[in-house]
């Protein structure tokens, strides 16, 4: 599932389309890149960087993974995640024109002809009676005010809790301890700890502002070019795997 915006301006929507629902029928041919992507030649010999914005071909689709295989052109190529293009968002637009159509007729409402004020009757102007006047009363004085009450005493403030101390980092031996825990518990689901060929402890990185101790997991995996090692990070706080993503895209894995 992804959530797009769709329009400009005040039309604009943020509309969430199923993946899993997309045709090939619905690719387009090319889209832009949000990201930059390296592409090469099928035997690697010449790797060269596409910036953001580019525009470039789609040669095929992962419907598992949601990978996309693309290209400028010729015989490089590269592979970037479907989130990180506007594949999504112009499968939305060819489905509104599917939908609406190119010239879909509006309704004309004519204004409505103005409905005259109501007739009101003659009204009989009445003057009230005049009321006696009343009797005039003695000035009653006013009461003293009450004296205020003398301000409870404030209570002592609570001596502010000493801050925690921060955990100390984990030495190489444990950071590959807290990978293969967080594998055997379940914490991914895209790869088994039999299917891990290869722990490491890695440095600490900043990662979307915060500071986490790494590792990388190697495992075999099917892909869309057959069977590879994929490398996975995962990034420790506190001593615990918090998050693994892709180490080549840093796309979150699940």
Do not use: C
Not at 125 to 144: G, I, V
Not at 217 to 229: D, M, P, R, V
Request: aromatic share 6%; hydrophobic share 35%.
């Amino acid at each position: 599932m992804q959530e797009v915006k769709f329009g400009a301006g005040g039309n604009e929507l943020r509309i969430k389309i199923n993946l899993e629902t997309i045709k090939p029928s619905e690719w387009p041919k090319t889209v832009k890149l949000a990201k930059r992507v390296y592409v090469s030649t099928g035997d690697n010999n010449q790797e060269t960087a596409l910036e953001k914005g580019t525009t470039v071909e789609v040669r095929d689709l992962d419907g598992e993974s949601y990978i996309l295989k693309v290209s400028p052109g010729g015989p490089l190529e590269g592979i970037v995640p479907i989130v990180q293009t506007d594949f999504a968002q112009q499968v939305i637009a060819y489905r509104a024109r599917n939908h609406f159509g190119a010239g879909t007729a509006v309704a004309k409402n004519d204004d409505p002809a103005p409905v005259p004020p109501p007739t009101l009757p003659d009204v009989v102007a009445n003057d009230p009676a005049k009321a006696p006047s009343p009797a005039t009363t003695a000035a009653t004085p006013e009461p003293k005010p009450a004296p205020e009450p003398a301000p409870a005493p404030e209570p002592e403030p609570e001596p502010e809790p000493e801050p925690e101390p921060e955990p100390a980092n984990l030495n190489p031996e444990q950071i590959v301890a807290a990978m293969q825990e967080s594998v055997k518990g379940g914490g991914i689901k895209e790869f088994k700890f039999e299917q891990v060929e290869g722990w490491k402890a890695g440095e600490e990185e900043n990662v979307d502002g915060e500071l986490y101790q790494t590792g990388l997991a190697a495992y075999k995996a099917q892909t869309i070019f057959g069977e590879k090692t994929v490398q996975a990070k995962a990034l420790i706080q506190k001593g615990k795997v918090v998050k693994w993503i892709y180490a080549k895209t840093g796309m979150e894995i699940r």
